[in-house]
Structure formats: C-alpha cells, structure tokens
C-alpha cells in the first residue's frame, strides 16, 4: 500500500491578508453607504426648506414695506390736505367745471384745500366776525373756526346743470354731533348741524344734515360759460350744543365739498 501523500498547507501570504480586509471593510460599509445616502437626502430638503423661508421671509419683508410706503403716501395726502376740501368731479371737469379763489376764469383749479384752523374750542354763533364773512377770497380762519370763500366757475363751452355736495370724510371723537356749518351760496347763508344724541331732533338753531355723512346738498340748473357761483363754508363747535362736552376735545372733522354734473348723476 502507498501512503497518502499529505497534502500540502497552503501558505496565508500578505496580500491575501489585504484582499481579506478590504472585503470586511466593504461588507462593514454596506450598510453605512445607505445612512449616508439618506442623511445626504435629509441634509438636502433641509437646505431646500431653508430656502424656501428665505424666501418666504424675503416677500413679507418687501409686502411689508410697501404697506409702509402706502400708509406713508396717504399720511402725507392727508396731510397735505387741510379740513375742508372742494374738489371737480371727473365728468366736471371734462365740462370745463373749474374752482377758483379768485374771479378770473384762468385762474381755475380742480381742487381747493382750506388750511385748518389753528385752534379749535367752543364758541358760538354770535362771537363769529358776521361782517367779514363772504366778504374776504380764499383762507381766513379765526382762532376757533375755520373760513374759506371760492367761486366755482363754469370754463366751459355749453350751459350745465350742476349738483354740490358738502360731504363729512372723517371725524374724530365725535366732533361732528357739536359742530355748526354755515354755507353761503351767492351771498345767501345756511346753517347745518347734526341731529341731537337720539337721532330725531334736530338743532334749534340749524337746519339738521341730509344724512349721517351729507351735510348739505345745492343744485343749480343753467350755469353757463363763464357763469360763477360764490361759497363761502365757516364751521364752528357749538358751545351752545349739548353735545359740546369735555370729551370731544381734541377732536377734528374733515369734509369735501364736490362738484359734479347733475345730468350724469341721474
């Protein structure tokens, strides 16, 4: 019998021991190349949602400015403009329908602003200048009422028929309920005051508004070219009114008159 030749131990070399490791190694990694992967996917709709309110930050930022600009602008109109505004309304105009402090027909606006008064504190009927009224052109205010004269003024080529407006736009601390409004029309005056607190009665001394906000209303048929009508508006608080109280001090109202054609109102 032969005997087995035994076999031969295979020797384990380096490089072996090399092929070996990176083997394990890439076993081992296998499962961190998923994590890494994922918090790659993560890391990038993190960064996507970031900018995402970067951006959304970025468009209230810039709505918020402009509100502030918007709010600006209108702060400055406003006060730009004083308490008493005449204005032409659009078909007016188109009418050659014009506003004036002065007789001369070239001299003819779309819209007159009366400064305000410089204080304002209750008085009455009978400490107004009566003998200065709708005599003076343009701002005249006395220390606690305001007074303003102007002339509308047809600029146009063909007669029209017109409507005016006396319009309450903004009050404050109910002012309103106290004030006393006088408008001349062609040298012939009216005065107008706000129902009393109820609602129902009117003032004694003043024919009450048309409305809540509509203080007056005046019409006029066959204004021709280069007629004009003079107004003068003077308002007062009332210290007479029972609504003239301690509370509505401070207060202010502001009011447009407006012009337009009666025709196209209708």
């Not at 996917?41 to 709505?63: I, P």
């Not at 003079?230 to 509370?247: A, I, L, M, R």
Request: with cysteine.
């Amino acid at each position: 019998m032969f005997n087995k030749k035994a076999k031969k131990e295979e020797q384990f070399t380096p490089n072996d021991l090399t092929k070996l490791n990176n083997k394990e190694n890439k076993e081992a990694l296998k499962g961190k190349g998923i994590f890494q992967r994922f918090s790659a996917r993560r890391s990038s709709e993190e960064l996507t949602t970031v900018q995402k309110w970067k951006r959304r930050s970025f468009w209230t930022l810039v709505a918020l400015v402009i509100i502030l600009l918007i709010m600006f602008i209108i702060s400055m109109l406003i006060s730009q403009y004083g308490d008493l505004v005449i204005s032409i309304e659009r078909g007016a105009r188109g009418k050659g329908i014009t506003v004036s402090e002065t007789e001369n027909l070239a001299d003819g606006v779309t819209i007159l602003s009366a400064p305000k008064a410089p204080e304002v504190t209750n008085i009455t009927y009978e400490w107004l200048p009566l003998d200065e009224l709708d005599t003076k052109l343009g701002s005249y205010n006395g220390k606690n009422y305001l007074a303003y004269t102007f002339y509308l003024q047809n600029n146009g080529t063909e007669e029209v028929d017109y409507k005016g407006e006396l319009q309450i736009k903004g009050v404050s601390k109910s002012m309103d309920e106290a004030v006393r409004i006088m408008v001349y029309k062609n040298g012939e005056p009216a005065i107008y005051g706000k129902h009393q607190y109820n609602g129902t009665e009117p003032e004694t001394d003043a024919t009450a508004f048309e409305s809540d906000k509509l203080v007056m209303s005046t019409y006029t048929e066959n204004f021709q070219p280069g007629q004009m009508d003079k107004y003068t508006v003077v308002s007062w608080v009332e210290g007479n009114d029972p609504e003239c109280v301690n509370d509505i001090m401070g207060g202010f109202i502001r009011m447009n008159m407006l012009f337009s054609i009666a025709d196209e109102e209708e």
